[in-house]
């Protein structure tokens, strides 16, 4: 007897993994460009991530929590909306973006995006605590 030591006729297309941190820069991504979203994160991330910014080092996934599976993806993003930004809208804009592209980008099926609203930008906000003059001395 011998032993058949030729490959098979059949060929292997390979496996492709996409992993959680390009998935969640592709949504953060994606999110940014939803008319009357301020910035991604919580205050301590936006801190962070202002910081990055100003050495040159964007985190576009910051915000953006998700979980890949085999077929599907569950994201999470934080958001600060833009007064007076109606806030259910433009949640509901950046669910439809974020899953739009990552069946698009992705080609996964999106099991659930959460969004999660932990402030709303005010402009001039911040530069009003700045002139204010200090209660004590």
Known sequence: MSQN???PAVASTGKTTIVDPVVAKL???AAREVPGVHALGAGAARLVGNIREAIGNKDLSQ???VEVGETEVAADVTIVVEYPEPLQ???EA???SVARTITELVGMKVAEVNVIVTDVFIQGEDDKDE???PRVS
């Open 131 to 133: 002139a204010e003059e």
């Open 94 to 96: 950046v669910r439809k």
């Open 27 to 29: 949504a953060g991504i």
């Open 5 to 7: 030591t030729t490959a």
């Open 89 to 91: 809208e433009v949640a």
């Open 63 to 65: 915000g953006v929590k």
